[in-house]
């Protein structure tokens, strides 16, 4: 068993695309039509044939209510690993990227939180 796709709800797809590839620095993978909405997904240009982010719209009440419930109390959707996690918060605030929590060791792991645009709070991780 391996796990081959994971998601996040987004509350514009399009915007989701131009943030995490072109700000996070995923590679577009697939973009299939499907009506309303794309099968849209990213990975990591260090594992193209790694897990798939699919961007899921977020109109459902329930994907809604859980994305708001994690950001009011501060939880990310997912958590991202990097190499650095202070270059890598160096680097995306000079983005302008706005950032929850900056760059705290804990424990074994160093964690930032940031805000995706879309509406969910993501961690980037590195161990120390």
């Not at 399009?14 to 996070?24: G, H, I, M, P």
């Not at 794309?38 to 209510?65: F, I, K, M, N, Y």
């Not at 900056?102 to 961690?123: E, F, I, K, S």
Request: proline fraction near 7%; aromatic fraction near 8%; charged fraction near 20%.
């Amino acid at each position: 068993m391996r796990i081959t796709l994971t998601s996040v709800f987004v509350d514009d797809q399009e915007k989701a695309l131009r943030f995490y590839t072109d700000v996070l620095g995923f590679t577009k993978k697939n973009d299939v039509p499907l009506g309303e909405h794309r099968w849209l997904t990213v990975v990591s240009p260090e594992q193209p044939d790694g897990v798939e982010l699919l961007l899921e719209p977020d109109e459902h009440p329930v994907a809604q209510a859980y994305k708001t419930g994690l950001v009011a109390d501060g939880i990310p959707y997912n958590s991202f690993t990097v190499a650095d996690v202070q270059a890598e918060y160096d680097r995306l605030t000079a983005l302008g990227v706005a950032f929850t929590q900056p760059p705290a060791a804990m424990g074994p792991v160093t964690t930032a939180v940031l805000d995706d645009t879309c509406g969910n709070l993501l961690q980037i991780a590195a161990t120390n």
